[in-house]
């Protein structure tokens, strides 16, 4: 009785401590969420959204002092100052001008050079759906191919209202279909990255894809473009 007692703790501490088991040897693996610990505030990373310009980067306010990810294998770790999930020690964070709730450190992976953060701590909501979007403001679009031999290309870049409008249109007359399943051909889907740029620092990013036969992309659950949308990306 004592063993399933302790049995059952055990596995109660790993599902709250959001860990797995790996299947070799039992180690312990932590999904760590990509966050930095800064001044007693918790940064979350913006998966949907990117430095608008490297305009709106302030001075630097600090550096990471641990990377927890590779390095921690205790479920029970507290978090420090400093600590950051996947960034390296010494990298830089800045402060993002006029926006104290938000941080960004240099990313070379990722579009105008900035991963950026938001504070969790300061009440503030995830705002980067395409749902929460001021469609009005949009005034540039940028369309990535993601997977192309030279690496990220850009293959489109609307900064006419006329087809501003038009392709936002076509993104929210979209037919949901969560059940959708892409056509499985003789080559993967063509994968691409929409950035939507405002007057705000983060510009909005969101994922489309291409099987061979139909484009579809997430704005929530999984949706269908129509067609009209390869005459902003060219032919494939």
Not at 26 to 47: A, L, P, R, T
Not at 54 to 65: A, L
Not at 67 to 93: C, L, M, Q, W
Not at 203 to 223: I, L, N, V
Request: hydrophobic content about 35%; glycine content about 6%; proline content about 4%.
């Amino acid at each position: 009785m004592k063993k399933t007692r302790m049995l059952t703790f055990i596995l109660i501490l790993l599902f709250l401590s959001g860990c797995r088991l790996s299947a070799f040897g039992g180690q312990v693996v932590i999904d760590w969420v990509d966050f930095i610990h800064f001044d007693g505030k918790e940064y979350n990373g913006i998966h949907s959204g990117v430095l608008a310009d490297k305009s709106f980067i302030g001075n630097k306010i600090g550096t990471v002092k641990f990377k927890v990810a590779d390095n921690v294998k205790n479920p029970s770790y507290k978090i420090r100052d400093g600590d950051a999930a996947f960034h390296e020690k010494g990298t830089e964070i800045f402060q993002i001008k006029d926006h104290p709730h938000l941080i960004a450190v240099k990313d070379d992976r990722a579009i105008n050079g900035y991963r950026v953060y938001f504070s969790r701590d300061d009440d503030i909501e995830y705002q980067w759906n395409f749902k929460d979007m001021p469609i009005e403001k949009v005034e540039r679009i940028e369309i990535y191919q993601t997977d192309s031999p030279a690496g990220n290309k850009l293959i489109s870049k609307l900064t006419k209202s006329d087809d501003i409008n038009s392709f936002l249109q076509l993104l929210v007359d979209s037919e949901e279909n969560p059940n959708f399943q892409p056509t499985r051909g003789s080559r993967d889907p063509i994968f691409y990255e929409m950035f939507f740029y405002t007057d705000e620092p983060i510009a909005y990013k969101y994922y489309m894809q291409f099987d061979g036969e139909t484009y579809y992309w997430s704005p929530w659950d999984t949706s269908i473009l129509s067609d009209e949308i390869q005459t902003f990306i060219g032919g494939n």
